[in-house]
């Protein structure tokens, strides 16, 4: 099982960026999907997450402008964020909750983070 992430990159402020994930593997379940992020010398923060039946859930700072969204038919979470600011640059990890095999725990999985820097 691995989780892929598209996306990232350089842009200004007050631009927008879309990150995408995929799961790839064969697994038994997918539960909360959602993305981290990381700046440099910070623990790593919630951005969002999203549950298997589309309920999202955000960090007061990301709220009004980064949405969360999942296709479960296809495995993937998206985070578009809107209006971001030199404080939103950090690598960004997407994370999904797993049930590889039906006798399974669910087990957090986590992708190879994606570098967002945002110019001012």
């Known amino acids: 099982v691995q989780l892929q992430a598209f996306g990232g990159g350089l842009v200004q402020a007050g631009g927008s960026m879309r990150l995408s994930c995929v799961v790839s593997?064969?697994?038994?379940?997918?539960?909360?999907m959602g993305w981290y992020r990381q700046a440099p010398g910070k623990e790593r923060e919630l951005v969002a997450s999203?549950?298997?039946?589309?309920?999202?859930n955000y960090a007061d700072s990301m709220k009004g402008r980064f949405t969360v969204s999942r296709d479960n038919t296809k495995s993937t979470v998206d985070l578009q964020m809107n209006s971001l600011s030199p404080e939103d640059t950090a690598a960004y990890y997407c994370?999904?909750?797993?049930?590889?095999?039906?006798?399974?725990?669910?087990?957090?999985?986590w992708g190879q983070g994606t570098q967002v820097t945002v110019s001012s």
């Open positions: 994370n999904a909750g797993i049930r590889p095999h039906r006798f399974s725990v669910a087990t957090d999985y």
């Open positions: 593997g064969r697994v038994s379940s997918i539960h909360d």
């Open positions: 999203v549950t298997n039946a589309g309920s999202a």
